[in-house]
């Protein structure tokens, strides 16, 4: 499957299109969308690959991570999923908001479905594997397409850093367990979409990544 990056204004987070070329099924992964400018750079982008949005997908339920869901869920009648242990986050979209300072009113994230550690998300021909890689939040997942050879982090890991633990469901040593048990021993190659800044691989993170270098 191909990946496509969209950079969003609110704490810059990335905000994916994985889609299939054959069926033109697609999947859109932490919806970040905060203004008509963002929503219209996204459904410009499905107009002209003339893809169909099947799934909404979360890798956790972190404001800039959901914003953009019930949105979605709207328009494009699909199902909105996130692992259940982040259901209480997504209840709380407005505290959230309120706790960063944002003055917006925001409703709480409307999921239609929860997703399990190994379960896999079919797009089309392709698929995405759900990894449960908790200590950024309860419930973070990682979507790791094995065909293809890339996996969508959430805010777990990052190129040369890992995810804070000091918001609610954070643990640092849960997520170094997590970063160790559960990424590091896909194949070096596998490129790391993350949920912040540039893309990265797992061979990358573990040679350089300071806070994993206690691992090698």
Known sequence: MKVAIFHFSLFGINTYVVYDEVTKKCAIIDPGIINKEEEKALDDFLKRENLTVTHVVNTHLHLDHAIGDNLLKEKYKVPVLAHKLDLPLGERMQQQAM???????????ELTGFLSDGEKIRIGNGELQVIHVPGHSLGSVALYDKAD?????GDA?????????DLPGGDYKTLIGSIKDRLLILPDDTVVYPGHGEPTTIGAEKRLNPYLSTLN
């Open 99 to 109: 706790m960063f300072g944002i003055d917006k009113e925001f409703q709480g994230v």
């Open 149 to 153: 050879g890339f996996v969508i982090v």
């Open 157 to 165: 890991l990052f190129n040369g850093s890992i995810g804070r633990t």
